[in-house]
T-cell receptor
Framework: GESVGLHLPTLSVQEGDNSIINCAYS??????FIWYKQESGKGPQFIID?????DKRQGQRVTVLLNKTVKHLSLQIAATQPGDSAVYFC??????????FGKGTTLSVSS | GAGVSQSPRYKVAKRGQDVALRCDPI?????LFWYQQALGQGPEFLTY????????KSGLPSDRFFAERPEGSVSTLKIQRTQQEDSAVYLC????????????FGDGTRLSIL
């Protein structure tokens, strides 16, 4: 079935670098996308979301880019910090209200 | 303010036993969701409530899984005759009525079936 997936299961960066986490989705009817951060033993924590009528949205140190032409979503984290180490999930809404999650990218930040 | 609260945080049960997992959503949130997260995977949708009405239960894996939210606030996910494949983290999320997104998650209940 259709699902949201990520390109890379792991990403390792140095403290202070910018991180880019990618996600490809398959359902062209998806109209809402969201990024979550999940630390070990905790629930997913909302980072940023974007609707399909936008192609970019910025938050504090984070930017989400949406390319509907190629069905690609990315999360950019500026000046990555050790506290950013976690698993990052993208998710979308395909029908109704349930989120469909990808498998996640583990971000490791070394100082 | 208080977030989504789930209890217990950890539950160990023997195969065949029944378990009940509790979720206290954020105060005033009318929408409540249950997800199941297997080790190393993303959460998978189980069921959705709007107030006390269960509007979508398409993700429940079998008739051994049952969820309720009788007063439109606290919700309970019950699993009868547990099996080893039920071992997972069960996450609860809630949203306010206006936007219905984003969903705010609790820290989950880690269920281990022996």
């Amino acid at each position: 079935g259709e699902s949201v997936g990520l390109h890379l299961p792991t990403l390792s960066v140095q403290e202070g670098d910018n991180s880019i986490i990618n996600c490809a989705y398959s359902n062209s009817a998806s109209d809402y996308f969201i990024w979550y951060k999940q630390e070990s033993g905790k629930g997913p924590q909302f980072i940023i979301d974007i609707r399909s009528n936008m192609d970019k949205r910025q938050g504090q140190r984070v930017t989400v880019l949406l390319n509907k032409t190629v069905k690609h979503l990315s999360l950019q984290i500026a000046a990555t910090q050790p506290g950013d180490s976690a698993v990052y999930f993208c998710a979308d809404i395909q029908a109704g209200t349930a989120l469909i999650f990808g498998k996640g990218t583990t971000l490791s930040v070394s100082s | 303010g208080a977030g989504v609260s789930q209890s217990p945080r950890y539950k160990v049960a023997k195969r065949g036993q029944d378990v009940a997992l509790r979720c206290d959503p954020i105060s005033g949130h009318v929408s409540l969701f249950w997800y199941q997260q297997a080790l190393g995977q993303g959460p998978e949708f189980l069921t959705y409530f709007q107030n006390e009405a269960q509007l979508d239960k398409s993700g429940l894996p079998s008739d051994r899984f049952f969820a309720e939210r009788p007063e439109g606030s606290v919700s309970t996910l019950k699993i009868q005759r547990t099996q080893q494949e039920d071992s997972a983290v069960y996450l609860c999320a809630s949203t306010d009525q206006v936007s219905n997104q984003p969903q705010h998650f609790g820290d989950g209940t880690r269920l281990s079936i022996l």
